[in-house]
């Protein structure tokens, strides 16, 4: 009876809890490629490679370039004269 509370594992041992094997193609990150700010600004005047040598700036310029483009893609998406007919419709019955 004085065995009811115990779990199924022996007297000191600790359960190991059941951990998800991850495949090794997830485990290592992909190599990174080079940030090459010509491609990502082909608009601009100067040279933007030479103007920002930093990783780091490159990885900032690179995250801008990321976000204008999906606010691009939002701002598409957006059925703006709807919005501007439901707004109309709101001023106009008050």
């Known amino acids: ?3 009811d ?8 041992e600790t359960p ?6 991850t495949p090794p193609a ?7 490629q080079p940030i090459i700010l010509s491609k ?3 608009d601009a005047k100067h040279d933007l ?4 040598p930093d990783p780091q700036m490159k990885e900032l310029l690179k995250e801008v370039h990321r976000t204008r483009q999906g606010n691009q893609r939002f701002l598409k998406r957006l059925n703006l004269s709807k ?7 709101l001023d106009t019955d008050s």
Do not use: K, R, Y
């Open 1 to 3: 009876m004085e065995n």
């Open 16 to 21: 190991v809890p059941n951990q998800e094997a």
């Open 40 to 42: 990502l600004f082909p």
């Open 83 to 89: 919005i501007q007919n439901e707004g109309d419709d």
């Open 49 to 52: 490679d030479n103007l920002f």
């Open 26 to 32: 997830e485990q290592a990150p992909p190599p990174e």
């Open 5 to 12: 509370n115990q779990s199924t594992t022996q007297a000191g």
